[in-house]
Structure formats: C-alpha cells, structure tokens
C-alpha cells in the first residue's frame, strides 16, 4: 500500500457522507491485480476463470471479465449460475459444486439456452440420478457436466488438502467418466480439480518460520504428485469424452498451475479484492484492494477505542487468521478476550490514542468475497473520489448461500 496516512485520508474523504459500516474497492488496486494475475498464467497461454465465490458483486465480474485473459465463471451455486447467465454476465458458468437443488435443476432442464452455457459438478453416479428424477433424460436438453477430481495428497494413509471429491485415483476418473458418457441426457465436457493445500495455503506464515519450511516442503512433494496423477486422469477422461476445459489451481498458485500441461484454464478470484489470507504467500501478493470502515463510537479509556460492529469472521478452520484485521490508521489491534464483536469491536495500540469519537477505522477481511455478504453495496473509490456503488449480491437480494 501506498503511505498510510495519505491512503486513509483518500478513503475518509471519499466516504464522507456515507455513514459506516461502509465497504469499498479502490479501483487502482483491484485493475491491478487483475491484471497481474491475467499477467502469471500469460506466458502458458491459459485464461483465467473467475471464481464468483470470491467476488459476490455483478459488477465487479462484469469489469474483470471484460479485462483481457479473463473467460468465464465459476460459480458455486445453480441458481447463482442460471441468474449470472440470464442476466448476461456470462454465457460460460461452471458450478464448482455438486448440486441437489430440484427447483435450479428443473429451471435448468427447463431453458435450453442455459443447458448450452451452464455446467454442473458431479463426482458419483447418485448426482446424475438425482437428476434424473427431477426431469427424466427424454424431456429435457443434455445437461453439460463436469467431473470434480480429487487433488489432496494421501501420503502413507493421510490426507494433506480438503475433503472434496471421492474421485482421487486415474483409474477412478476413466470409470466416471465411461459411465457418464453412457447416460442419455448428459454431455462430458469438463474435469475440475482444486489443489487447496497450494492455491489455498498461505507458504509464508508469519511469524512462523518453521512452520513455513514445513508447508513448502509438503506444497512441492504434494505438487509433484498431482501433476503426474492429474495428468493420467485427464487422459483418462479423454478417452471417453472431447473435453473442452481442464480447470485447477487458484489464486495462489496461478503461475504453477498454469504451467502444468494438463491444465486448460486456471481459476482465480481471491487475489482481486486481496484479503489478508494471502498476505502470507511468496509467489505473489495481491495489493489491497477492499475495505471496510467502521466508526468509533466510544473511547472507555484514552487507549482504547471501540467501533459499531465488526463480527466479520471468514469461514475456515477457527482461529485469528480468520478475524478481520484494523490497518487504517496503523498501530491497531483487537483485544484477545473480545476480538471482532457483533455489534462493537474494541481496539487497542499506539494507534488507539487519536482516534476520536466520529473517526473511521478501515478494516481489511480475512477473506475475499464474503465481505458481501455484510453490506448492500461496494463503493468504487478512484483517488478520493467515490466514483460507482456497485450493489453487492445481498444487496440485489439474493442470497445464495
């Protein structure tokens, strides 16, 4: 980031009349890191798929997908997809998850223009049936399915990555695959396959040199594993269907998963909004491009202050890496007994002292897209100015998960 003191001036100008909690995207940072990350898959000729879930904004996908290297959605629910679809954003989603949604399905079934842009997840046969009974093979258009490959690492039994697909080794994808290709009314175009314990694993800790050792050495043995094993599972796959896109990889791993030659595309989106999770990898860091700012409402001693709200805690495995962190102005930090409250988040540190009551503190989430889901709209901030207000999904109503 730019000085602290000049970033947090632009900021309080530019949101002046708006009253907090108040979320905004600093244009700047956010074409940035679009770019950049555009810029790492470059050189392997592979575009990027835009992963909703990070984003949660029409408007922010409408002006990453316009940028170039950038081609179509992930999305991670159905009727997130059909709504992007319909309503223009996209003519390529890919639910990234499996789906049970009987009333998505039979709207899907239903649109034969949305059977020729959405493709839904599956990693067992009991998915196809489940599709079945919603509408039988005979009345509707193929359904286009993509298969989810799992990309954990099992070493000696364990199980390093998330828990996803039950579809792990080659042979096991070949299998799914014949069988789906069997099935009237499905179309095999896509396999998936997400290295969380890379993408998704931040390799430098802070404060943890050890542990940093750690992760590297299990990131490159785990990614020497599945380069090998995806790319027999692709050709397996291949053997029973004219895939059109091979996806894997995320954020941060863009550049490696790029270059891995089984790869079609790559999907990214975290690094957009550039949440504090990713302040702890090497490959490459985002620049901070969203915020939140709330309000002091109280100062219980001249030490401390407190601001209205704050509770906005990332999903994941519980902890402090999951709470958001207060960076405007420098010098500030929950209190452990408290942390970030529902209703108001104590703060101490130097920088406690000059904060007065009506002063704004911003905050960066732990997260990316989840932001979103605690305001109605993105304010787009270009130098201090607010420049659009672009509505947020809970702030067009829909809430889709």
Not at 41 to 54: F, Q, W
Not at 115 to 125: L, N, P
Not at 216 to 234: F, I, K, N, T, Y
Not at 335 to 344: L, M, P, R
Request: proline share 8%; hydrophobic share 45%; with cysteine.
């Amino acid at each position: 980031m730019p000085s602290p003191a000049l970033t947090r001036d632009r900021f309080d100008r530019a949101t002046a009349d708006l009253p907090g909690p108040v979320a905004i995207v600093d244009l700047e940072a956010f074409d940035a890191n679009a770019d950049a990350l555009a810029a790492l898959a470059a050189p392997a000729g592979k575009p990027l798929r835009l992963a909703s879930k990070s984003v949660r904004c029409r408007a922010a996908l409408e002006r990453v997908l316009s940028r170039p290297g950038w081609e179509g959605v992930l999305a991670f629910t159905l009727p997130e997809a059909l709504w992007l679809v319909s309503d223009g954003v996209t003519d390529d989603a890919v639910v990234g998850y499996p789906t049970v949604d009987r009333v998505a399905l039979e709207a899907l079934a239903a649109d034969e223009a949305a059977c020729a842009k959405v493709t839904i997840m599956v990693d067992h046969e009991e998915q196809l049936d489940l599709v079945d009974s919603v509408v039988p093979p005979g009345a509707r258009p193929p359904i286009r399915v993509c298969l989810d490959l799992d990309a954990s690492w099992k070493p000696a039994g364990l199980h390093i990555g998330v828990r996803r697909s039950p579809v792990h080794a080659a042979t096991a994808a070949g299998d799914l695959a014949a069988a789906v290709a069997k099935r009237e009314g499905f179309t095999l175009v896509g396999l998936m396959s997400y290295e969380a314990q890379i993408a998704g694993l931040g390799d430098r800790p802070a404060g943890q040199p050890l542990r940093a050792v750690a992760i590297r050495a299990v990131q490159r043995r785990s990614w020497a594993e599945l380069v090998e094993r995806r790319g027999a599972a692709v050709a397996a796959v291949r053997a029973h269907a004219d895939l059109e896109f091979v996806n894997g990889g995320g954020t941060g791993s863009v550049a490696a998963s790029a270059a891995d030659p089984a790869l079609t595309e790559v999907a990214a989106g975290s690094g957009l909004y550039g949440p504090t999770l990713f302040d702890a990898y090497r490959a490459w860091r985002p620049r901070p491009a969203a915020f939140f700012g709330l309000d002091v409402v109280r100062k219980p001693t001249p030490d401390l202050a407190t601001v209205l709200g704050g509770g906005w805690v990332a999903s994941g495995q519980a902890g402090p890496t999951r709470l958001p962190r207060p960076v405007l102005p420098p010098g500030l930090r929950l209190i452990g007994q408290e942390g970030a409250g529902e209703v108001q988040t104590p703060l101490v540190g130097p920088g406690a002292r000059s904060l007065r009551v009506g002063d704004r503190v911003w905050f960066r989430h732990a997260k990316a897209g989840e932001l979103c889901e605690h305001v109605n709209a993105l304010h787009a901030v270009s130098g201090a100015d607010v420049v659009d207000r672009w509505p947020t999904y809970r702030g067009e109503g829909r809430a889709f998960l």
